[in-house]
């Protein structure tokens, strides 16, 4: 079973910026594709990022493209979101996902997911 942890969320104000990390426990050929999603209450869960299994593929939903950089770093297991210049909508609790592919929006595709943190952006 793999496990995913996450650290790095916070409250930040408005045009701040936040760094999301994700340690996986296995390494890139049994999980090539990572991701990230995030979800607000009573809402479905949403496409952030996600990245291949080299790094040299990204995907970003367009709300958070020139904001948010995806990267990860498979000496390390793990992947990091950057987030800039946040605003008051990207607030929600942000999950790491991994999975046999990286081009998929949709998080049923994911195999393991992180237990979440939260981001809040005050305004």
């Known amino acids: 079973q793999v496990q995913l942890v996450e650290s790095g969320g916070g409250l930040v104000q408005a045009g701040g910026s936040l760094r999301l990390s994700c340690a996986a426990s296995a390494g890139p050929f049994i999980i090539p594709g990572m991701g990230w999603f995030r979800q607000n209450p009573g809402k479905e869960r949403e496409f952030v990022a996600s990245?291949?299994?080299?790094?040299?593929?990204?995907y970003y939903t367009d709300s958070v493209k020139g904001r948010f950089t995806i990267s990860r770093d498979n000496t390390k297991n793990t992947v990091y979101l950057q987030m800039n210049n946040l605003r008051p909508e990207d607030t929600a609790v942000y999950y790491c996902?991994?999975?046999?592919?990286?081009?998929?929006?949709?998080?049923?595709?994911?195999?393991?997911w992180g237990q979440g943190t939260q981001v809040t952006a005050s305004s």
């Open positions: 990245i291949s299994r080299s790094g040299g593929i990204t």
């Open positions: 996902a991994a999975g046999k592919r990286w081009n998929s929006f949709n998080p049923d595709d994911y195999d393991y």
